[in-house]
Every structure is written in structure tokens, then in C-alpha cells.
């Protein structure tokens, strides 16, 4: 079955760095765009970043544009999420998710969705 597991969160300090993996399983992961969204406690869901199936159309949103680097090895079937200069207020629980659009896209719609990681930004 389809599935999307999140690692590599954890404890850093502000101004710290963090590599997030999204590992696919039970599907090509290679012909779907994939997300990164986060939730800050008390927060609602914020899209973070995209990513398409050749990883050259890729977006942020404002909030980590310049801070954090969307990539994807297709071959290893994993997306990843290299985070720097993290501040407090990325503080969130990291999620990946599919866009159901085989091959084309983004939609902005997801069907599948990883547990998530936690990332805490705290001295």
C-alpha cells in the first residue's frame, strides 16, 4: 500500500539546521509532485514547499524562501527537506504529501499523507 514516512526531525538550536526525509513506499514515487507542510501547536496546516517529478519546478512560501531547500531523489523513491537558519517559529510537525495527479500537476489537492516529525527550534 502507498505509504510516506517522515524522519530526521528533532531538537536544534536557533540559527541550527535539520534534514527531513519523506521515504515513498508502494508507489513510483518519481510521477507525482510532493509537498512539505508543517503545523505549529494551535495552528492550522501551512504548505511549506513543492516539488514536481524532475525536482525543476519547485516553490516555497514566503516564510522559508531563501531558509530551506525542497529536493528529491527519485531513484531512492525519498523527498527531503534541507531546513537552515531554523528560528523558533519553525517549530512544527513536518508532514509529506501526494499529490494524486499522476504525472502532471500541482493540483494543490493530496491524497496521501506521512505521520510527520517533529521539529523543535529552541536554545
Avoid at 40 to 54: D, H, R, Y
Wanted: aromatic letters at 14%; charged letters at 15%.
Amino acid at each position: 500500500q502507498v505509504q510516506l514516512v517522515e524522519s530526521g526531525g528533532g531538537l536544534v538550536q536557533p540559527v541550527g539546521s535539520l534534514r527531513l526525509s519523506c521515504a515513498a513506499s508502494g508507489f513510483a514515487s518519481s510521477s507525482y509532485w510532493l509537498y512539505w507542510f508543517r503545523q505549529a501547536p494551535g495552528k492550522g496546516l501551512e504548505w511549506v514547499s513543492v516539488i514536481n517529478t524532475g525536482a525543476d519546478s519547485i516553490l516555497y512560501a514566503d516564510s522559508v524562501k531563501g531558509r530551506f531547500t525542497i529536493s528529491r531523489d527519485n531513484a531512492k523513491n525519498t523527498l527531503y527537506l534541507h531546513m537552515n537558519s531554523l528560528k523558533p517559529e519553525d517549530t512544527a510537525r513536518y508532514y509529506c504529501a501526494r499529490d494524486p495527479s499522476e504525472g502532471s500537476g500541482p493540483t494543490y489537492r493530496y491524497d496521501y499523507w506521512g505521520q510527520g516529525t517533529q521539529v523543535t527550534v529552541s536554545s
